[in-house]
T-cell receptor
Framework: KAGVTQTPRYLIKTRGQQVTLSCSPI?????VSWYQQTPGQGLQFLFE???????NKGNFPGRFSGRQFSNSRSEMNVSTLELGDSALYLCASSLASGRDTGELFFGEGSRLTVL | DAKTTQPPSMDCAEGRAANLPCNHSTISGNEYVYWYRQIHSQGPQYIIHGLKNNETNEMASLIITEDRKSSTLILPHATLRDTAVYYC????????????FGSGTQLTVLP
C-alpha cells in the first residue's frame, strides 16, 4: 500500500513569491492535514481537509490556504512568501471514518527555503 | 488537551530494550495516548496508541499505568535505526489531527 506522497520534496523561492505544495494521501484515507515544522516552533497544525471541506484551521495568517479534491488529494498554497515561512511542510492522512482512532500517517515533507 | 512531560534525551545500547517514559497527569477519560517518532529530516512516523490497556504492535509496546497519569513506550530490541526524537501526545481521537509536538525525547541508540 503506497504511503503519503508529497511533492516537491525541496524548493527554493524568494520573498514575495507564492508556492503550491501537493499531497496524495494513502488510498482510502479521507482526511488530509497540513503542518509546518521549524526548529524554533516545532510542529504546528495548519489545517485539515475532509471531503473537500476545511474542517479545522490552526493559527496561521490568511496567506496560508489549502484545498482538497474529490480524490482526496490536497494542495496547500502560501502567498507573498516571507523569510519566516522557511520550514518543512508536512502532510498527513488519516482514515477519518467511524473506525478512526486518530493515528496519522505522514509524508516525507516539502522543505521550503525562502531567500 | 493534556500536557505531556518527557525527558529531553536518553541513550540505549543496541539490542537492549529502550523504555521511554511520558507523564500526562492531567489526562481526561476519553483522551488517548499516541506515540510518534521523527528521524532527522524525515516525516514523523506513527508508532502506537492506547486508551487504558497495554498495547503491542510490530514496532513497540505501550504500557499505561492504571491511573493513566503516565505511560512508557518500549522498543524491545533497539537498533541504530531507532535513533530519533520520540513524541508522546495526549488527544481525543476527534482532535488528534490538530497535532502539535513538544520537544520530545531524543533517543540515541549506541553501538
Amino acid at each position: 500500500k503506497a504511503g503519503v506522497t508529497q511533492t516537491p520534496r525541496y524548493l527554493i523561492k524568494t520573498r514575495g513569491q507564492q508556492v503550491t505544495l501537493s499531497c496524495s494521501p494513502i488510498s482510502g484515507h479521507r482526511s488530509v492535514s497540513w503542518y509546518q515544522q521549524t526548529p524554533g516552533q516545532g510542529l504546528q497544525f495548519l489545517f485539515e481537509y475532509f471531503s473537500e471541506t476545511q474542517r479545522n484551521k490552526g493559527n496561521f495568517p490568511g496567506r496560508f490556504s489549502g484545498r482538497q479534491f474529490s480524490n482526496s488529494r490536497s494542495e496547500m498554497n502560501v502567498s507573498t512568501l516571507e523569510l519566516g515561512d522557511s520550514a518543512l511542510y508536512l502532510c498527513a492522512s488519516s482514515l477519518a471514518s467511524g473506525r478512526d482512532t486518530g493515528e496519522l500517517f505522514f509524508g516525507e515533507g516539502s522543505r521550503l527555503t525562502v531567500l | 488537551d493534556a500536557k505531556t512531560t518527557q525527558p529531553p534525551s536518553m541513550d540505549c545500547a543496541e539490542g537492549r530494550a529502550a523504555n521511554l517514559p511520558c507523564n500526562h497527569s492531567t489526562i481526561s477519560g476519553n483522551e488517548y495516548v499516541y506515540w510518534y517518532r521523527q528521524i532527522h529530516s524525515q516525516g514523523p512516523q506513527y508508532i502506537i496508541h492506547g486508551l487504558k490497556n497495554n498495547e503491542t504492535n510490530e514496532m513497540a509496546s505501550l504500557i499505561i499505568t492504571e491511573d493513566r497519569k503516565s505511560s512508557t513506550l518500549i522498543l524491545p530490541h533497539a537498533t541504530l535505526r531507532d535513533t530519533a526524537v520520540y513524541y508522546c501526545i495526549v488527544r481525543k481521537p476527534g482532535s488528534a489531527r490538530q497535532l502539535t509536538f513538544g520537544s520530545g525525547t531524543q533517543l540515541t541508540v549506541l553501538p
